[in-house]
């Protein structure tokens, strides 16, 4: 069957792990008995309404073996194919691990709260829908499922004009991000809650008569995997345990059991010695689009970070310090120069970086590039640059890897910027270019 990562995504509390429990409870993964057990201890805990989301959160707890994963994941599967869910956290502190969750998905499901004055605090400025909606594309979330959640709240009611209202604002930002919502978005109501929608077509909602929630992800066109293209596994965590594990999607290609492949940036030969899938089981190779773990030989745990990556020993990924990137400036007071610094998150890897220089501004309307390098860049503008990084990191440009090439730029808490990479500059190169 065929495998799909679903990102979570939204404002805190617009009822993101309710709804994946219940998917949880719905697709047979958690049985009755078990969310009875929740039910009665969220009861004692005076946390009555909460009781689906500790499905998967006890979930992950045990997966990690009492490491706290920043982002939850579970794992269920319907007739047609199996997913893993990526539980993607909603409170502003915690956008990074949002966007190391959001760059393994293939799917998105933006979860917005239909309930009196919660979808418009998510959604002004400064609440978390817009700057995940943006994150997410820029990530590589193509399609997105937009889930009007709790639609069975006393203030809504299966209101068909609140929906409405909600779609009118929520479309032009869309479109804006760089969605094409005839194409790329579906809008649904739905009850994470009373599970009205998730599975089956709910009763209560006399005028939606689209597919539910597992419908339509059942039913969705998938992504043209590469997997005859080489080996690339960024690696988004890792632990000891009888040896080195590394947590990662694989972006391209495959990979077996017994393999030798290429530790990147610091190119140490290591043996995949096993590797293991969502549900635990080991198997003998994995393929694009796969979240895996894996055994390594002959490197120790402390010699691996976040952000390396394994690949082909033949076409090892692109390592530098200096590239060009296209840069859109999405939300900063003051104007932008040359020696600007900020943290750049780029698949799972984070570093610091500095504009070094600024090369051309993008006209917005034609796409045509200035001859002229700009002295500043502001908010809303797009502009070439060339980045620096503090230390080398494996990176490829957009074209060649769309995963590989898109990062976004961050400071101060904010995301500042979302950008591709245009061309990858040998570090040795750009020092006698100098």
Not at 185 to 192: D, K, L, N, R, T
């Amino acid at each position: 069957k065929e495998h799909l990562n679903v990102v979570f995504m939204g404002h805190v509390d617009a009822g993101k792990s309710t709804m994946g429990g219940n998917i949880l409870f719905l697709t047979g993964m958690v049985d009755k008995r078990t969310m009875e057990k929740y039910e009665k201890e969220a009861k004692e805990a005076g946390r009555e309404s909460w009781y689906l989301s500790w499905a998967l959160d006890t979930n992950v707890e045990e997966r990690a073996k009492g490491k706290t994963v920043e982002c939850g994941r579970a794992y269920f599967e319907t007739d047609k194919r199996r997913y893993t869910i990526l539980d993607a956290p909603g409170h502003k502190n915690f956008v990074p691990s949002m966007i190391s969750g959001a760059s393994q998905a293939d799917v998105g499901v933006l979860v917005i709260s239909a309930r009196k004055g919660e979808f418009e605090t998510g959604f002004e400025r400064g609440g978390q829908t817009r700057e995940h909606t943006m994150l997410a594309k820029t990530s590589g979330v193509n399609k997105m499922i937009i889930a009007i959640n709790k639609m069975d709240d006393p203030t809504v009611q299966w209101d068909k004009a609140r929906y409405d209202e909600i779609l009118s604002k929520l479309t032009p930002f869309l479109k804006q991000t760089g969605f094409n919502p005839k194409t790329d978005i579906a809008f649904m109501p739905v009850s994470g809650f009373t599970g009205a929608n998730i599975k089956d077509r709910s009763s209560e909602c006399t005028w939606y008569s689209g597919p539910s929630l597992l419908e339509y992800l059942d039913d969705m066109k998938t992504l043209d995997r590469k997997l005859n293209a080489p080996l690339m596994v960024p690696i988004a965590e890792k632990y000891k345990d009888m040896g080195t594990i590394i947590v990662g999607k694989i972006e391209s290609g495959s990979v077996r059991k017994g393999q030798n492949v290429l530790l990147m940036p610091n190119k140490r030969v290591t043996e995949v010695t096993a590797i293991y899938n969502e549900t635990e089981d080991e198997v003998d190779h994995a393929i694009c689009g796969d979240n895996i773990r894996m055994r390594l030989k002959g490197v120790e745990e402390d010699e691996v970070s976040p952000g390396f990556m394994l690949c082909d020993k033949k076409k090892p990924v692109k390592t530098t310090t200096v590239f060009e990137a296209q840069l859109a400036i999405l939300d900063h007071k003051n104007i932008i120069c040359a020696g600007y610094t900020a943290v750049l998150h780029l698949h799972a890897s984070v570093e610091e970086i500095t504009l070094t220089s600024l090369l051309h501004l993008i006209d917005k309307k034609t796409g045509r590039k200035s001859k002229r390098p700009p002295q500043f860049v502001k908010m809303g503008q797009k502009v070439i640059a060339r980045v620096e990084t503090a230390a080398p990191m494996c990176i490829e440009t957009f074209e060649d890897y769309p995963q590989l090439g898109r990062f976004t730029l961050r400071d101060e808490g904010k995301t500042i910027a979302i950008g591709r990479v245009v061309k990858v500059l040998e570090s040795e190169t750009a020092e006698q270019e100098k």
